[in-house]
């Protein structure tokens, strides 16, 4: 911080392929620097969410013309995705990183946030007393309903698909959806399918999700049971199979075998939402992007980009600020230690601090000691 409960907040440009969000909106940053934080962001960073330069000038934002002066400029960088390794070497010690992070599935950053005794919170990892995960929410519901679009588009003959309609015509059945996970992507994909006509599986785990489900949906959308057994049988005959499983912090667990997918129907697609954290699906060795979304393996299309909601920038970019903004605003109000010591959630959140892996699931992903906030 450069002075007693101000700090300096940093927006860099996101360079992951094809990610036109960004961390901060033009009114968010108006709540910030009314707070009498300074802003800065590097330029152009807003324009692929349609945020003009002259937006956030407006707000009393200062526009930095490289990334490298934000960076060394900022107490706290926000993010939107995982800082890449083209990045690692702006970190400075106590600097505080609030971006989704996926060590899980990033050991290199995770080695790196150490290294250099980096702060990383994680969106992703910001865990409510119910369970529920605030700041993954708002993009778990974007991605949940792409993830429906994508597969349609994707089923289609032009791209090796079955050639089939999701929700079929009068004389003709409509396709089969299975989501694995009934969380907050799988019961959006179910919204997005049933709304199409699809006849839509939830293989889910909890009983009492299930009866959630049921309940929520009257009906329309079938449950099974989380077993070997249950799975195998609903990705036989999957047209459209949708990875939606997610253990908070950890590595995503492979839910489908290579055999699995070997069974499938030629031309089906499978979206494998979970891929940030792993990935569920045996046959999911690759991380994809939206200029190069798919590839096929025995006969089946794959989608496999860990970046989905970077493709609807205004809507994700809008929904991300509005859940990011109140613990953004915590922490730079009180400062780190107080904003941790007084927001449990937000303490949960973290995953690195002063050269330890603070989170226990991370920790055990990524191999290294487990050292606990105090």
């Known amino acids: 911080m450069t002075a007693a409960n101000r700090y300096t907040i940093g927006v860099p440009k996101e360079i992951k392929n094809n990610e036109f969000r960004v961390a901060l909106t033009p009114g968010g940053a108006r709540v910030l620097k009314h707070s009498g934080h300074e802003v800065l962001i590097e330029a152009g960073a807003g324009a692929g969410s349609g945020f003009t330069d002259e937006e956030y000038s407006r707000e009393g934002v200062i526009v930095v013309p490289e990334a490298a002066g934000v960076w060394e400029r900022a107490d706290l960088i926000l993010k939107v995705k995982e800082p890449l390794s083209s990045e690692f070497g702006f970190f400075r010690e106590n600097q505080i990183v609030f971006t989704y992070l996926h060590l899980a599935a990033a050991v290199d950053l995770a080695h790196a946030l150490v290294q250099k005794r980096v702060t990383g919170i994680a969106y992703e990892t910001i865990q409510l007393q119910n369970g529920g995960l605030p700041l993954l929410t708002p993009m778990s519901e974007v991605a949940g309903r792409m993830s429906v679009q994508i597969g349609a588009h994707f089923l289609e003959r032009f791209y090796g698909g079955r050639g089939i309609l999701l929700g079929g015509v009068p004389g003709v059945p409509p396709a089969e959806v299975v989501v694995l996970g009934g969380g907050i992507v799988g019961t959006n994909a179910a919204k997005m399918a049933l709304g199409l006509g699809a006849d839509v599986v939830i293989v889910e785990r909890s009983g009492d999700r299930m009866r959630y489900i049921d309940d929520i ?41 290579e055999d699995m997918v070997r069974q499938m129907k030629k031309g089906s697609v499978i979206v494998d939402v979970a891929i940030d954290q792993g990935g569920s699906i045996a046959t999911i060795d690759r991380v994809t992007t939206h200029s190069d979304p798919i590839y096929e393996k025995y006969g089946v299309i794959h989608y496999s980009v860990a970046n989905m909601p970077g493709a609807v920038p205004r809507t994700s970019t809008i929904a991300l600020t509005n859940a990011t903004l109140p613990y953004v605003a915590e922490l730079a109000d009180k400062g780190f230690e107080r904003a941790i010591h007084e927001n449990a959630p937000l303490r949960l959140g973290v995953n690195t601090y002063a050269g330890r892996i603070t989170h226990q699931a991370v920790a055990e992903a990524v191999d290294l000691p487990y050292v606990p906030m105090v």
């Open 217 to 257: 949906f009257g009906g329309r959308v079938k449950t099974l049971m989380s077993t070997p057994f249950h799975i195998a049988e609903a990705v036989r005959s999957a047209d459209l199979l949708i990875g939606a499983v997610l253990i908070p912090g950890a590595r995503a667990p492979k839910l489908v075998s």
